[in-house]
């Protein structure tokens, strides 16, 4: 199957794309789409490259994906790509946004423009047909919002790591002290 699969770069937004946008004392929302590859079909006739097979009570069982799968190299440029023309109709309208897979930010430099942007943000993804995961979403802007594992904070202009993030960092180098050897799957963390 890696012979059929056309891999490209391409470049990710992520906390510092949004930090760029950000004006003195912003505001910021932001967004989640729930199950963001579920929102791309499969063609049926490609459906057959996208299987797999399992042992399920000593048979062979056969699995095909209908939808874009995770573990898919291709599948964060072909969602990515996707989503640039939503991003690029946003920018076109002055929304100031960037975008990673599924998580969305944008940020504007007073409430009553950021109120707008959320809101024409949102209409636009439900338009488009996303759904949204209202429960990781926050649409009404704040002064300290916390995306991909940044927490911003307009009113200092500073930025924070997540206590999570932190507790996950140690965690890994006290398993690597422990180990007394660097694994490279501890480093992907």
Not at 16 to 31: H, V
Not at 52 to 69: A, M, T, Y
Request: glycine share 6%; hydrophobic share 40%; proline share 2%.
């Amino acid at each position: 199957m890696s012979t059929l699969i056309f891999l490209k770069r391409i470049s990710f937004d992520d906390w510092r794309s949004l930090k760029n946008l950000i004006s003195e004392n912003g505001l910021a929302y932001k967004f989640d789409l729930r199950k963001g590859y579920y929102h791309v079909e499969i063609t049926e006739a490609h459906q057959t490259y996208l299987g797999f097979s399992w042992n399920l009570d000593g048979r062979e069982k056969f699995f095909i994906f209908c939808v874009l799968p995770f573990g898919l190299s291709s599948a964060p440029m072909l969602f990515t790509k996707l989503l640039r023309s939503l991003v690029s109709y946003w920018h076109d309208h002055g929304i100031k946004i960037c975008v990673f897979l599924d998580d969305g930010g944008g940020t504007e430099s007073n409430l009553v423009k950021a109120i707008s942007s959320s809101n024409f943000v949102k209409r636009s993804l439900k338009s488009s047909g996303f759904v949204v995961n209202q429960e990781k979403s926050v649409w009404h802007p704040q002064k300290r919002l916390t995306w991909l594992g940044v927490i911003i904070d307009f009113s200092e202009n500073a930025y924070f790591i997540t206590e999570k993030r932190i507790e996950t960092l140690i965690d890994l180098i006290i398993k690597t002290l422990t180990m007394n050897e660097l694994r490279l799957e501890l480093c992907q963390k």
